[in-house]
């Protein structure tokens, strides 16, 4: 084999190899943004979800005073606090109220999370 022949091959043999690499790395850059965004989502969801319980809690604890709807905004969060008596018997010994507090995403309008519960009407 000639010594041109055996240079041109090795040529090859590189560019090959770095196309290979250059492959990898994308795949890679994918996975790691793929990731991140999950994190992010994650997170947010996270903070939804204390966001909820915590209105939840202090929608108990404004008995009387509540309005049947309430809404707001907890800087990227929007939370919205519905009241209704809850579905049954209305002439049941034990008066229910259902309070469902929802969290949304305010730019995109998505809803991240959901919590209801049950409560006694003193």
């Not at 997170?43 to 909820?52: G, Y």
């Amino acid at each position: 084999m000639s010594r041109r022949a055996q240079t041109g091959f090795s040529l090859l043999e590189c560019l090959v190899a770095l196309t290979v690499i250059a492959t990898m790395a994308a795949i890679m850059m994918q996975v790691i943004a793929s990731n991140a965004r999950a994190t992010r989502d994650l997170a947010e969801k996270r903070m939804a979800i204390l966001l909820a319980h915590s209105l939840l809690a202090q929608s108990v604890m404004l008995r009387g005073t509540a309005r049947a709807r309430d809404e707001g905004r907890f800087g990227v969060l929007a939370w919205r606090i519905d009241r209704r008596a809850a579905p049954g018997d209305a002439a049941a010994a034990v008066p229910l109220e259902e309070v469902e507090v929802s969290v949304a995403d305010h730019h995109s309008g998505r809803w991240l999370t959901r919590v209801n519960t049950l409560r006694l009407v003193r």
